[in-house]
């Protein structure tokens, strides 16, 4: 496909559940980054991947979140043990090269509940 | 907390009215974007500046940047209905974009 991608663009999960969110960048975009939106803000950065690399996490915001990229471009999202307050939509970026120098270009989001 | 801080946080114009939204930021930058975002979608890139850039346009956009306060600004010529919305700004640092909390715009018919 031409954009990013990302599936499912909702998911309603009960406290406690796992959860396995995709991304899937534009092919050959080296950068990929995660963001989580709360309504009515600006994204908040989650994570960064450089091709398969993790280089920076510094934004998941516990342990139960976990990010991952094996082959420097697919990536999925999971939150273990869902809580209410991971309630949000969950923003994937890819940008051409390395870093944030250039422009990213955003999937759809996947709006996750937990009721 | 997020570094970029749009303003006004809300804004009503008519259309065919020009339309500026601001943004400060608190550290230093080699580079600042505008995304636009519609409701309940993704956020679309506008346009970017450089920090050796103090002013750019695209087509009905204009973008100004000014180191020294920390600032840039986002003109929106002749609005449409279309360009309802919200604008963020985004600063990078490191390997992080900082979004602020957004301007949201709603142009009257």
């Known amino acids: 496909g031409a954009g990013v991608s990302q599936s499912p663009r909702y998911k309603v999960a009960k406290r406690g559940q796992d959860v396995a969110l995709r991304c899937d960048p534009i092919?050959?975009?080296?950068?990929l980054f995660w963001y989580q939106q709360a309504l009515g803000q600006g994204p908040e950065f989650l994570t960064y991947f450089q091709n398969e690399a993790q280089l920076d996490k510094s934004g998941l915001p516990s342990d139960r979140f976990f990010a991952e990229r094996p082959e420097g471009s697919v990536s999925t999202l999971k939150i273990q043990r869902t809580q209410q307050e991971d309630s949000a939509v969950y923003l994937c970026a890819s940008s051409l090269t390395a870093g944030t120098k250039n422009e990213q270009f955003f999937g759809p989001g996947t709006r996750l509940t937990v009721l | 907390s997020q570094q970029g801080e749009e303003d006004p946080q809300a804004l009503s114009i008519q259309e065919g009215e020009n339309a500026t939204m601001n943004c400060s930021y608190k550290t230093s930058i080699n580079n600042l974007q505008w995304y636009r975002q519609n409701s309940g979608r993704g956020l679309v890139h506008l346009i970017l500046?450089?920090?050796?850039?103090r002013e750019k346009h695209s087509g009905r956009l204009r973008v100004t940047l000014d180191t020294s306060k920390k600032s840039s600004s986002l003109l929106i010529t002749a609005s449409r209905a279309a360009d309802t919305a919200s604008y963020f700004c985004a600063t990078p640092t490191g390997n992080q974009f900082y979004f602020g909390t957004g301007t949201s715009l709603t142009v009257i018919p």
């Open positions: 092919s050959g975009h080296v950068s």
């Open positions: 500046i450089r920090s050796n850039e």
